[in-house]
């Protein structure tokens, strides 16, 4: 992921303050020595970084649709110019704007009440001590992050759905039903279920490491000196994770505007549009599905500047508390 | 008797109905008004004079048999599919020698079921080696096609033999599209078909609905003479344990008044599935492929302001809020409707006729033994049962643009193979692949082995198909008996929509147009919003495109009639 735990860099110290050209010839030698030191580092880099450019970079070459007119007949070359005439008729679309309003919501939704729940169940996870149980807890709350959603969907609309296992219960106990999978005003609360389900498990990969990266002595110190459990978490545990948790928090900002699109597609029946719609399935089905590619990557390139922003603007905020953010600078 | 004769007679009128108005206007033709400038053609159809020069001779297949039972004529032309009930005991072989010159080429065909896998695929093998070239099959998922294709033609990755179903052709702007693809009239109009007995002997009228800008582009594929959209089917077996009589339904009415009695959620059953799309005919408001038909007073409308489909969108939320619709269904399940109904959790489902056949028959009764399925003789909301028939064919494929004119002409030879008629050796080897591996003769009919079902699909049938007649599978005999039944009696009422067969490509920029009414539309018949919503969005779509949608459909009546 990111340079957090590399080493800071083994720069010499100048006796005394060199003049601009001296740091520049020093500056060069430093980050040719520094190469050198890292270089079969830089080498393992070089697959994920061709990987990058051609999955992320080359295809980026596809948003020139959005100023276009886009034809899949006439293609990147002899489509008509349109300038800003489809960001135009974008944010005249009142579709666009409910499918932002949206992914918004639910990602404000999800901030809450999703991303504390893996740091919360690594906490619990850290103080078990039979490391038996614990890697057979880890075991089960990692599964459903392997399965798609097509099956975790599946999986709720048997338990909860309206003919589902626990709406069948109630029936045959003549007690009222529960709708949860068909009721468009909850379906914030039950997409984050499903993400909590399926995902919690996973994140806490993440924050288990950041745990045992701490140094036990500090605790041992601590509990001699008298510190109960949650004195040890309060000062121990979570300044120890902070870093991480700041960093993810980053990532995911830059995630907003990026909902589960296969989990709102396999359920846009169930609920409507009106709930299920957010930016990418506005850019599938508006962009996609009608053959409307300029429409869609007008869309999705606003969704990408925006993120671009919110990532940039919530790693400045970090770095202004004083955490790394994404990278230190 | 000649034993031929049975078959003859019925594709002589399948001719008639060819050459009648329904047909008279397929095709192309541009609309200056709203045509896009960019482009030699546009959106628009084609006229009657250009139809007569583009369209192929027609030569009856002399390998015909007799029937058991005929097809039965019904209203407008329109005819039953025949039944065979055996096949020969000693097939022709209706191709001499082998049609490929060792050619290879990609196809992509849609399939609604388990993709074969294409290692060791005998039913693939024996094809490919009778074809004399090597076809490269690859059918790709039927219910997300629409999905597909337009990446496809984006990323000019085309196969050099692509089928396309009409209903998948809506947003891909078809009168672009078909200009990536071969003009077959040099190899095929008038009597340059004769070189290809096997696709002379498929009806004009197949061959009319391939046509689009003035031009042949398609070969057809399971055409028929009363192509219906769909029926409304019931478990028998559930009617009969509960005493219903279904010759007593007759109206939505009566069907929403034996709903209670179907419901039972406590034991997991319930009245209906997502039936809606199926009751176009029922309420009498054009479905999938028309959308657009003209009322009484000769105005063009387009479905979603019909009151006959704002009487359906009540009729079917009223349903779904009493409770008589499963709630899978509801949640939008559309893709587990057939193992609902199946089991029996559904009791009326709506579905194409094509899958009322021996192969539904198997599946439903390994999930309940005295599984019957049977489709209501036509309802209707007014009392007066109307079926509005499909194109004769309404699915086509398609030949790349980029082949040279030697390799069109193997593909042909190729198609020819492929489209020899029910009761030769060529059918056996297409739709069973090897004797003994595949299948096994029992009963006097082909029966897949366990080898061939996990092998054979629908792929090479959806390149061209001859005349189909209702599939019989051994041990189901009585099925295709029901459906021929059924089929019989639904052609009296059948009925030629506006616009009928006239393969009319709207303008690109209408394409977004549609999807704000689907959503709506739905939400309304599953109950979570009320019809005034339905209202409020026809105003929009009316005044984002909807009245010059009217207008270039009115130009069309003007110009080339409705096909009625």
Redesign the interface.
């Known amino acids: 992921m990111t340079a957090i735990h590399e080493a800071p860099p083994a720069a010499a110290t100048p006796p005394a303050p060199p003049t601009r050209a001296e740091r520049r010839v020093l500056r060069k030698a430093d980050r040719r020595r520094r190469f050198l030191r890292d270089r079969s580092l830089v080498l393992m880099t070089l697959p994920a970084i061709a990987l990058v450019l051609v999955f992320n970079y080359a295809p980026m070459f596809g948003t020139v649709t959005a100023f276009q007119s886009y034809?899949?007949?006439?293609?990147f070359w002899h489509s008509?110019w349109t300038g800003l005439t489809t960001f135009q008729r974008l944010f005249n679309d009142p579709?666009f704007w409910h499918a932002l309003e949206n992914t918004l919501t639910l990602s404000l939704v999800q901030l809450v009440l999703f991303f504390p729940v893996p740091i919360l169940l690594a906490l619990l996870l850290n103080t078990v001590l039979s490391t038996k149980i614990r890697t057979f807890v880890q075991s089960v709350v990692y599964l459903p992050h392997f399965f798609s959603w097509v099956l975790a969907i599946t999986i709720f609309?048997q338990m909860l759905?309206?003919?589902?296992a626990l709406?069948?219960f109630l029936?045959?106990h003549d007690m009222s039903t529960w709708n949860i999978?068909?009721n468009?005003d909850t379906f914030k609360l039950l997409v984050t279920a499903q993400v909590v389900w399926k995902e919690a498990g996973w994140g806490i990969i993440v924050f288990l490491a950041a745990l045992a990266a701490i140094d036990t002595q500090l605790y041992e110190a601590a509990a001699a000196d008298g510190a109960g459990r949650w004195r040890r978490m309060w000062h121990i545990t979570l300044p120890g994770i902070r870093s991480i948790v700041v960093l993810m928090l980053v990532l995911q900002l830059g995630n907003v505007l990026t909902i589960g699109f296969e989990q709102m597609l396999i359920?846009?029946?169930?609920?409507?549009?009106?709930a299920s719609e957010v930016l990418d399935t506005y850019a599938y089905?508006?962009g996609?599905?009608?053959?409307?590619?300029s429409?869609g990557a007008a869309a999705s390139l606003f969704k990408g500047v925006l993120s671009l922003i919110l990532i940039l603007t919530a790693n400045k905020v970090a770095h202004l508390f004083g955490e790394d953010g994404l990278y230190r600078r | 008797m000649n034993p031929l004769d049975g078959v003859r007679a019925d594709r002589r009128r399948f001719l008639e109905l060819a050459g009648l108005g329904a047909l008279t206007i397929a095709g192309s033709g541009l609309l200056a008004a709203c045509g896009d400038a960019?482009?030699s053609s546009g959106p628009g159809t084609t006229d009657k004079n250009q139809l007569a020069k583009i369209l192929p001779a027609y030569v009856p297949s002399t390998a015909a048999l007799t029937p058991d039972i005929p097809s039965a004529p019904g209203a407008n032309g329109f005819f039953s599919t025949p039944v065979y009930l055996k096949y020969p005991a000693s097939p022709v072989a209706t191709v001499t020698g082998v049609p490929g010159k060792g050619g290879s080429y990609t196809t992509m065909t849609p399939l609604w079921g388990s993709i074969p896998s294409s290692k060791g695929n005998t039913y693939y093998d024996t094809v490919n080696a009778a074809l004399g070239a090597d076809l490269k099959m690859q059918p790709a998922d039927g219910v997300n096609y629409?999905?597909i294709l337009?990446?496809l033609?984006?990323g000019?990755k085309l196969p050099d033999w692509l089928m396309i179903p009409s209903w998948n052709m809506g947003?891909?702007?078809f009168a672009?599209?078909v200009?990536?693809f071969a003009d077959l009239g040099p190899y095929l109009s008038g009597d340059a078909i004769k070189a290809y007995p096997n696709l002379a002997a498929i009806p004009t009228g197949a061959w009319q609905s391939c046509i689009w800008n003035g031009k042949l582009f398609g070969l057809p594929t399971y055409y028929s003479a009363a192509s219906a959209g769909g029926a409304i089917f019931y478990r028998a077996d559930i009617f009969r344990q509960l005493g219903i009589d279904a010759n007593s339904i007759k109206t939505p009415a009566d069907l929403e008044g034996i709903a209670k009695q179907l419901t039972d959620?406590?034991a997991?059953r319930?009245a209906f599935g997502d039936i809606f799309d199926y009751t176009a005919h029922i309420f009498h408001f054009p479905g999938d492929p028309y959308r657009w038909t003209v009322d009484a007073s000769g105005k063009v409308v387009n479905r979603y302001e019909m009151p006959e489909y704002l009487e359906a969108l009540n009729w079917f939320a009223k349903q779904a809020k009493a409770g008589y619709v499963?709630?899978?269904a509801?949640?939008?399940?559309?893709e587990e409707g057939k193992q609902r109904f199946w089991s029996g959790?559904e009791v009326i489902t709506g579905d194409g006729t094509g899958g009322w056949a021996g192969s539904d028959a198997e599946s439903g009764k390994a999930a309940n033994p005295s599984y019957e399925k049977q489709a209501f003789k036509l309802l209707a909301a007014d009392g007066k049962p109307a079926m509005p028939m499909n194109p004769a064919s309404s699915m086509y494929s398609f030949l790349n643009g980029k082949l040279s004119a030697d390799q069109i002409k193997e593909v042909l030879s190729i198609a020819n193979y492929l489209a020899a008629p029910y009761g030769s050796t060529e059918w056996l080897t297409v739709n069973f692949g090897k004797e003994g591996v595949d299948y096994t003769m029992t009963g006097g009919n082909p029966k897949l082995t366990e080898k061939g079902s996990k092998e054979v699909a629908t792929t090479y049938q959806f390149l061209v198909t001859p005349v189909t007649p209702v599939p019989v599978t051994p041990g189901y005999e009585q099925v295709a008996k029901d459906y021929a039944a059924w089929e019989a009696d639904m052609v009296k009422h059948a009925v030629k929509p506006a616009f009928y067969g006239m393969n009319i490509t709207e303008p690109?920029q209408y394409?977004?147009l549609?999807?704000?009414m689907v959503?709506?539309s739905?939400?309304v018949r599953?109950g979570?919003?009320p019809i005034s919503a339905f209202t409020d969005a026809l105003q929009t779509w009316k005044s984002s495109g909807g009245e010059e949608l009217r207008k270039f459909y009115e130009d069309v009546k003007n110009k080339y009639g409705t096909g009625q």
């Open positions: 034809s899949i007949y006439a293609g008509p579709y609309q759905g309206g003919a589902g709406n069948q029936r045959a999978m068909t468009p359920q846009r029946f169930a609920v409507g549009r009106d089905f508006y996609v599905v009608n053959a409307n590619f429409l | 960019k482009t629409d999905k337009p990446p033609f984006a000019s947003n891909l702007g672009d599209a200009n990536k959620p406590k997991g319930w499963h709630p899978d509801l949640a939008g399940k559309k959790k690109a394409a977004n549609n999807q704000p959503d709506v739905i939400d599953y979570r919003k």
